[in-house]
């Protein structure tokens, strides 16, 4: 027996023949799903009980949610935490974990993955404290220098980059950040700034945005957390961060999804969102209808400057970057048509729905 067969594997046959090569690469494609949902996995599980508690991350999120953590109430949907590929947050976790170490180093007096934890006193109607909301979070990286920082690593698409340069730090990043540098500050460390170190998943490109840390910072992180303790003791009615199942990745990945849409919740999937008293039909129709009055003429705009940028070379115009997508085959949909009926063979067809009409309504219709 050789060394291939004492391992279970066939001995040599040759070349694999051509018509397996597409069976093979699904089975691949399929096996790194697997293995992203196995890893998704694994870190829920050593969050453990952490993970349907507020932390640093959630009090920038969904406020709806951080009501829900808040307030003790128990997921709904804590499969759709656990069971999902979340290839994104896996493959920033890893390079949490392979290049904060180094960063840290890199810098100086710096400490990486330092735990911390915010406490904020809520009052009483009489000014006295009812109680301490306590929040904890692990800062990616505090440094003494230049008065103390604190910063956050955030791995983000290519396509993201830009826009961050753009339109400078996401307000849930800069409440978050605040957070860990409020508890700091609350255990007597200094924190001069933040910082956000943005880089791209992809290349490793980095844009680094500095902020100084003030008091009225602070006071907005309190705030935000007396707030949401507020919103905590009716969680149903806080407002929802994200439109819903099917329409956005954090509802379609919530564990508390059918607490807030309901029974029939599915994600992926919006009809849950569906209104059915005639008020309710009334106030989207309507809604609809403003927003294609407004949208038509900038779509028509829209389409006339792709229209005078066309194909150029590639590249930086001023402020924009023009990239194009991989060319790519598409179905001849009509030419299969004819071939199928051409051989008789029947057009295979499914339902399709008429299309959404919303129009003004006439007087006396
Ligand atoms: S389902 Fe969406 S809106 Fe509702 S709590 Fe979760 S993330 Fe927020």
Redesign the pocket.
Known sequence: MNGMEAQGMAPDTGPLPLAAVPVLERALERAAGRAFKAMNRAHQEQRGERMWKLSMSGLG?????AA?KLAGVLPSDPELAYDTEARQAMLGTIIHERFLPVFGDALAHAEVEMPVELRVPVYADDGSVEREVVITGSTDCYTHVMGGGVIDLKTIGAYMLGGVEHEGVREEHRTQVRGYATAIRQWGMPVAWVAWLYMDRASGEVMVHVEPFTAEAEQATEDRVRWLWKLAATPDTAP??????GL?V??DG????K???GPD?EPGDSRSLQVHANEDIAYAARRYRELLDEIGPLEKDKEMYGAMIGRPKPGVYGDVTVTFGASSEKTDGKRAEELLREYGIDVPKTARRGNRNVRWARSGE
């Open positions: 999120g969904c406020t709806r949610e829900y929802r961060g994200h439109r819903g199942p956005s954090e509802c919530c564990a508390w999804l607490e807030c849409f919740a």
